[in-house]
């Protein structure tokens, strides 16, 4: 018979057949993957226990309601003219400049929480998490989508408490497009974050 006679090739594929699919193999569940020290380092977590202390949100109940309400319905919206913003801020307690630009979509968690210089720029969908004071100076620039949040959480307490911090933006710097300012950071007089870049409290 000649090399490639097809009767010859009948045990080769028996045996292709013959062995299982991946798809029938256990896989060890997660506990046995890791070694005891490994388990010891996982928290455990008891996220019914946090209580939030140490944060406090500053207004009262009536007002947080009535800037949300504010904020959805009115300050975030595309049709409200730019020049109304910065007013609907102060009247909620921020200090703000002369000459500050933010565009729709921008979010402030508590307006009395939040200063802002002269002649800065806030853009398209930001948000400003300021669970602790943010702080921008004049001819700050933060662009679309970028994120400063000064709100974290103990990840080696079982209740996840807060671990908060306020945020400094000095004179001149630029928050870029999507990038993110975590709390506790301070962004030097003239300093760039790069777009979706995450900048931290520097040790």
Request: hydrophobic share 40%; aromatic share 8%.
């Amino acid at each position: 018979m000649s090399e490639t006679d097809p009767i010859q090739q009948l045990p080769q594929i028996q045996t292709i057949r013959s062995v299982p699919s991946p798809g029938h193999r256990r896989v060890p569940a997660l506990d046995i993957l890791l070694t005891p020290h490994d388990r010891a380092l996982r928290p455990g977590r008891d996220l019914a226990a946090f209580t939030g202390a140490g944060y406090d949100k500053g207004r009262s109940k009536l007002w947080q309601a009535a800037w949300f309400a504010t904020m959805n319905l009115v300050f975030s919206k595309w049709w409200l003219p730019a020049r109304f913003r910065p007013p609907i801020l102060r009247a909620f307690g921020a200090t703000v400049g002369e000459r500050v630009l933010i565009r729709h979509r921008v979010r402030v968690l508590w307006p009395w929480k939040l200063t802002i210089g002269d002649d800065c720029w806030i853009g398209e969908g930001s948000w400003l998490l300021n669970l602790e004071p943010i702080s921008l100076g004049d001819d700050v620039c933060i662009s679309q989508e970028a994120m400063l949040c000064t709100g974290s959480h103990r990840h080696g307490d079982p209740a996840f408490e807060f671990d908060n911090a306020a945020i400094t933006i000095g004179r001149g710097a630029w928050v870029a497009a999507r990038a993110t300012v975590l709390r506790g950071a301070t962004v030097e007089p003239g300093e760039v974050v790069p777009a979706h870049a995450v900048r931290g409290r520097r040790s």
